[in-house]
């Protein structure tokens, strides 16, 4: 399967990437690791005139400490962030989502950015940075702006992300003493999750990501606000497709896809100590 | 666009279209057909390669994003007439049957030691899960991993 032709452009930084975007607006995608865009490409879903590769942007590949969060790069690979001593102690459920994303080859190409900019409600990934209410700094020509997980998932394959900002870095907050549980549900390895489920408990906060349970990443408000009014993990899961609205297709029927978000949501919060 | 990358040691340049797949300039470019095309949706692993040392399926890489990187194919692998030890354990435990899977499971099995050397057999197995082998049911792929890894330990 050959993409349709494009026309291609390096950014070496990130200035001419936004610069680039600028310039060719709706016209352009932008390619990372290329893990989510090629096979659009390829499936001829996805067909931009202008592709701007920011793969070779090193400043925009790292794990940093600060006080109370981690700052990522957009461009850091699946790989660094499922081995990283940080991400393992203080976000330990982003390297649990993060392990579980394709197969070691996928992850030595993927990057985070990539993946939360995709947008995609199958993706194992936005679960947990719902999970850990994560933000996200977005660059455009006028500047820098923070976006919430919750404010940047628009709809399917859809995001905050405006035609000229570029997702620079994802900033996790440091929860050390959280307890967590990633919990995917598939037929074969390496495939999709038919619903996935992200689970944090950090004192008395609660954060649960679902995966494939809407036409965007979303969290289960309902379930969270039970456990944080004291109901137990039988009781609150109960509440896990409270108001969504999971697709049916030939994986799963709406009906399962809910059924399947309460099983998984009770296991991760009982795995969570609920 | 001119794109050039060394392969296996050698330098590879070419005039190419920015949609190239890489697996096609290593085929059709650099004439090496040890990498095979499978699912060509980045599913099955047979066209496994090594893109700075790390293993990644050559149908879901532009040719353009390898663009002055260092690629080894299963050809890069053995050294004259001395085959890699994986070459060798999968040649030992008879890790293969129709051969179609196995230049990519090759190249995944290396690199999966070079990140874990001495792996536990669910390492083994979660480590080759991006490879898909139609003929031999996995065991004696599983096995021969193992072997190479204690050869090399």
């Known amino acids: 399967?050959?993409?349709?032709?494009?026309?291609?452009?390096?950014?070496?930084?990130?200035?001419?990437?936004?610069?680039?975007?600028?310039?060719?607006?709706?016209?352009?995608?932008?390619l990372a690791g290329g893990h989510s865009l090629i096979p659009l490409m390829k499936y001829r879903l996805a067909a931009p005139g202008v592709v701007i590769d920011v793969g070779r942007i090193e400043e925009?590949?790292?794990?940093?400490?600060?006080?109370?969060?981690?700052?990522?790069?957009?461009?850091?690979?699946?790989?660094?962030?499922?081995?990283?001593?940080?991400?393992?102690?203080?976000?330990?459920?982003?390297?649990?989502?993060?392990?579980?994303?394709?197969?070691?080859?996928?992850?030595?190409?993927?990057?985070?950015?990539?993946?939360l900019a995709h947008g995609d409600p199958a993706s194992d990934i936005p679960s947990a940075v719902l999970a850990l209410r994560a933000s996200f700094i977005i660059q455009g020509?006028?500047?820098?702006?923070?976006?919430?997980?919750?404010?940047?998932?628009?709809?399917?394959?859809?995001?905050?992300?405006?035609?000229d900002e570029l997702l620079t870095e994802v900033r996790v907050p440091k929860l050390p003493n959280s307890t967590w549980s990633f919990?995917?549900?598939?037929?074969?390895?390496?495939?999709?999750?038919?619903?996935?489920?992200s689970v944090l408990?950090?004192?008395?906060?609660?954060?649960?990501?679902?995966?494939?349970?809407?036409?965007?990443?979303?969290r289960a408000l309902p379930l969270e606000q039970a456990i944080e009014s004291g109901a137990s993990a039988e009781e609150a899961s109960?509440?896990?497709?409270?108001?969504?609205?999971?697709?049916?297709?030939?994986?799963?029927?709406?009906?399962?896809?809910?059924?399947?978000?309460?099983?998984?949501?009770?296991?991760?919060?009982?795995?969570?100590?609920? | 666009m001119k794109v050039s990358m060394t392969i296996n040691g050698t330098e590879v340049s070419a005039d190419v279209e920015p949609r190239t797949l890489l697996v096609h300039f290593i085929r059709e470019?650099?004439?090496?057909?040890?990498?095979?095309?499978?699912?060509d949706s980045s599913s099955c692993g047979a066209c496994t390669i090594h893109l700075n040392g790390e293993s990644v399926k050559s149908c879901t890489v532009f040719a353009v994003q390898a663009d002055e990187q260092e690629v080894t194919t299963i050809e890069g692998l053995a050294d004259g007439e001395t085959l890699h030890p994986m070459q060798e354990a999968f040649r030992d435990c008879h890790a293969l049957q129709c051969g179609y899977c196995t230049p990519g499971m090759v190249m995944a099995a290396v690199s999966l030691l070079d990140e874990v050397p001495?792996?536990?057999?669910?390492?083994?197995?979660?480590?080759?899960?991006?490879?898909?082998?139609?003929?031999?049911?996995?065991?004696?792929?599983?096995?021969?991993?193992?072997?190479?890894s204690g050869s090399k330990s």
Not at chain 1, 74 to 93: C, F, K, M, Q
Not at chain 1, 262 to 274: I, P
Not at chain 2, 29 to 39: E, R, S, V, W
């Open chain 2, 118 to 148: 001495t792996p536990t057999e669910l390492e083994v197995r979660e480590g080759l899960e991006g490879n898909l082998c139609r003929c031999t049911g996995y065991h004696n792929i599983v096995k021969a991993v193992l072997q190479a």
């Open chain 1, 201 to 218: 408990i950090a004192d008395n906060q609660c954060g649960v990501g679902l995966v494939n349970m809407d036409s965007k990443p979303v």
């Open chain 1, 60 to 115: 925009l590949s790292y794990v940093r400490e600060e006080d109370d969060y981690l700052a990522i790069g957009a461009l850091t690979r699946h790989r660094e962030i499922e081995t990283s001593d940080l991400v393992l102690t203080n976000s330990g459920l982003l390297a649990a989502a993060t392990k579980q994303v394709g197969d070691p080859q996928v992850r030595h190409r993927g990057t985070i950015g990539g993946a």
């Open chain 1, 183 to 197: 919990q995917k549900f598939n037929r074969r390895a390496q495939d999709w999750a038919i619903v996935g489920a």
């Open chain 1, 238 to 274: 109960e509440l896990a497709a409270e108001g969504l609205e999971p697709p049916s297709d030939l994986n799963a029927s709406t009906e399962y896809r809910s059924h399947l978000a309460r099983v998984l949501t009770k296991r991760g919060l009982q795995e969570s100590g609920k």
């Open chain 2, 29 to 39: 470019q650099a004439n090496l057909k040890g990498t095979n095309i499978g699912c």
């Open chain 1, 141 to 163: 020509p006028s500047g820098e702006r923070e976006v919430q997980a919750d404010d940047f998932f628009t709809g399917f394959l859809e995001t905050a992300l405006e035609s």
């Open chain 1, 1 to 30: 399967m050959i993409p349709a032709a494009f026309d291609y452009q390096r950014a070496d930084s990130k200035e001419q990437a936004i610069s680039l975007l600028s310039e060719h607006g709706d016209e352009a995608k932008v």
